[in-house]
């Protein structure tokens, strides 16, 4: 089982950028999945996440209207969308996934993680 995240970079304030994260070795379709985030010393927390039970969606409340997070199951794949970024959008961001179908926003409750994927907002 393996996550692998890609799609950070440097951007300025205001700009976007899409993150990719491909599954190996097992149906993403069949896991809750969803986006972590963590700036230098800080705590890893919750971005966004997705259950495979119905498809609901959840968004920490500081990317709510910014951020969309998405998945392409025919392409084993999830993806956060970001917009309007601002400088403290910055962090390494990693995809992880939960054995249920129900997503939460807690990082603790999610097994599998991807490597990371660094994205830095500049003022």
């Known amino acids: 089982v393996q996550l692998q995240a890609s799609g950070g970079g440097l951007v300025q304030t205001g700009g976007s950028l899409r993150l990719s994260c491909a599954a190996y070795?097992?149906?993403?379709?069949?896991?809750?999945i969803g986006w972590f985030r963590q700036a230098p010393g800080k705590e890893r927390e919750g971005v966004s996440c997705?259950?495979?039970?119905?498809?609901?969606?959840l968004y920490a409340d500081s990317v709510k209207g910014r951020f969309t997070i998405s998945r392409d199951n025919a392409k084993n794949r999830l993806y956060l969308q970001m917009s309007s970024l601002k400088p403290e959008d910055t962090a390494v961001y990693y995809c992880?996934?939960?054995?249920?179908?129900?997503?939460?926003?807690?990082?603790?409750?999610?097994?599998?993680w991807g490597q990371g994927t660094l994205v830095t907002v500049s003022s």
């Open positions: 992880a996934a939960r054995t249920s179908a129900i997503a939460t926003i807690y990082p603790y409750d999610y097994y599998y």
């Open positions: 070795g097992f149906t993403l379709a069949d896991y809750a």
């Open positions: 997705v259950s495979s039970s119905d498809g609901s969606t």
